[in-house]
């Protein structure tokens, strides 16, 4: 929540929640009384949105009144208005493009009523951990549903073309009826491109780290070529790659490679540099060898710096692969399929492919971290 | 026993270390610094020898060039009757440093068993060894902590164990509770002379504190700085089988009092 404010002491100069509940009840009164849908429809011929309008406003500023000042209160608000806003949306969808002042007035309202849930619910205390992650879980679940609804509400509302915006209900109805579609293109560019690009450019950076930080001479030669081959524009390379590993996706595996493997040489050669000075003479002391030294002590102390570069390709390999199926493909693929929808004005299947990439992104990057906090579990950055 | 063992039981009247005539200068952008000059020193089979001086002194590049963790640029020096290298390789000494230096993603059993893992035993010897260096450190119970989880005190006897390890004759020690409170101190130092005691081991113990110094050692070398060298060498007539308690007497405080004698003395002309 960017906009919600800290609070500071007992009685702060900027009470969000009491802004926020009177705002919910000014906005459903305005909604109440003035026209929702063009020409002059009002919000009492819809009887179930006019009561679901009320309790919200009742729901929202019972703290602000003194009653049901506890988590039952706040739970009441949370479902109200996940029903306001079912209702809103469900309306609308009848009279898209001909919303008027009450609509948004209504809309304005449940916007609140989610913020001031939220708000809530971050106040919320408990003693049980797994509690407080499901909460930490939740807040954020929220905003993200928020944003979705609000995005629903505005596009049907004014009635925006498809081909600038799509509603998100009319691009989840293409996530649906288009599965076979996406997942071939998935397998094609995330399965294939992405996988193995990102597991050779990384296993080949770091490779090469351990050798130029064996072989000093490499590293004033190789270090400043790797730089240059990460400055290579990826729009330029791309056709290159194409021409040289034909239009399957071993071209744009090559492309992943291009750009992860010089986070990862950079990353693994300053990793290797970590251990201080009293490490490496302990490990002389107990004569060890180069081996024994790099697996014992470099290699560990090196691994947060591996993991961010982990983390870097992770989000890099994506971006490249879709991009280079843009320049010579066959006809499947997630790069593929967004250059040729936009161009058939299919925008709904864009932002599907899109979405999908977005969740593999995050799933992805996810794990990695995961991996992460497992490896480098002695770290002070996540022993906390 | 290995072989540097052995070679010093053959000739029981040489000295473990012997220093003749050693030098030391660094090169630096400011002109040569000579960190020690012309050191003479013998330590012999079960003495606690303590370095001691001012910062800057060479007390601990002396430690360091007796573990080949710094080359001299003149003299001579043997370990065990060996040149510092050949004992390094034949694993003739523990070092502890001045911080505790456990590797963090290792557990205190697992930081004990690094060394021991780099020379190659057996898993069998690895977990009596750490079995009985922990119980010698007072740490049996803390296998399965990891360093931050315990205290600076406890962490750095865990180094201390870790030394004793590899099972070394010679012990070289360097400032290893500098960073300790006064009462851990008194602590580790009561603990570490029954160590000393019970092993039977030779000691080179580096230290800034005169009552530290004097309360461990069977010899207190005080070095001086600009050129760092040696000042006076104080053979302790106190007691091997000391307490806390022996810093209260006239014999002690005649110690100390020429010991602080010869820190003012070798510091004087740069006042």
Redesign the interface.
Known sequence: MTAAPAKPARKSRFDMPAILAWGIVVLVVIGLFSPVFKPDISVMEVPRLAIAASILAIAGVRYELGFMRNWFGDLALGVITAIAATFLLGTIAHHAGEAGLGYWALVAATWASAWLFVERLASWKSATPLFNRLINLAIPALFGITILVLWQAVVTGFAIPKVLLPAPSEIWLRLTSSGSILWADFRQTFMKAVLFGYAAGCASGFLIAILVDRIPFLRRGLLPIGNLVSALPIVGVAPIMVMWFGFDWPSKAAVVIIMTFFPMLVNTVSGLAASDAMQRDLMRTYAAGYWQTLFKLRLPMAMPFIFNALKINSTLALIGAIVAEFFGTPIVGMGFRISTEVGRMNVDMVWAEIAVAALAGSVFYGVVALIERAVTFWHPSIRG | MNQAATAAADASAKPVIDIEKLSLTFQTNDGPVHALSEIELKIEEGDFVSFIGPSGCGKTTLLRVI???EQPTAGSISVNGLTPHEA????A???V???A?L???RTIAGNIA??L???GLSKAEQQQRIARNMELVNLAGFEKK?P?QLSGGMQQRASIARALS?EPDLLLMDEPFGALDEIVRDHLNEQLLQLWAKTNKTVVFVTHSIPEAVFLSTKIVVLCPRPGRIYDVIESDLPRDRTLDVRETPEFLKIAHRVREGLRAGHSYDD
């Open positions: 573990a080949d963790l390094r390789l034949k694993r000494y523990g070092y440093f001045q911080a230096a590797y963090p993603w690094l060394p893992e780099i020379m990891f931050w590899v």
